[in-house]
């Protein structure tokens, strides 16, 4: 099994910058990609950013590009995103997720697609 444990989260102001960590554990734990989600009050998750875990190619929604970027560290099985020029419509909770098998890049976008998740971290940005 896997458990992956989201943090960084908090209240920050328009414009400002945090960095969200997602430290992985378990005896299996060898994804093929890991991603980030959001989900704010009343909407559906919906997909932030994602890495192969190899290396090499990364994926943003067109709502975070030249703003979040997301890295991992392999040997400490963490994925980050980091946020900036933060705004209010960022508000929401973020998941951390880890795909175990390959799939194509169009399935990276879709929540369906990743086996495991972490509990989340709130993310507050005021105007």
């Known amino acids: 099994q896997v458990q992956l444990v989201e943090s960084g989260g908090g209240w920050v102001q328009a414009g400002g910058s945090l960095r969200l960590s997602c430290a992985a554990s378990?005896?299996?734990?060898?994804?093929?990609?890991m991603g980030w989600f959001r989900q704010a009050p009343g909407k559906e998750r919906e997909f932030v950013a994602a890495?192969?875990?190899?290396?090499?190619?990364?994926y943003y929604a067109d709502s975070v590009k030249a703003r979040f970027t997301i890295s991992r560290d392999n040997a400490k099985n963490t994925v980050y995103l980091q946020m900036n020029s933060l705004k209010p419509e960022d508000t929401a909770v973020y998941y951390c997720?880890?795909?175990?098998?390959?799939?194509?890049?169009?399935?990276?976008?879709?929540?369906?697609?990743?086996?495991?998740w972490g509990q989340g971290t709130q993310v507050t940005v005021s105007s």
């Open positions: 997720a880890s795909r175990k098998s390959i799939m194509y890049s169009s399935s990276y976008y879709y929540p369906n697609n990743y086996d495991y």
């Open positions: 890495t192969r875990w190899s290396g090499g190619f990364t």
């Open positions: 378990g005896r299996t734990f060898s994804p093929y990609a």
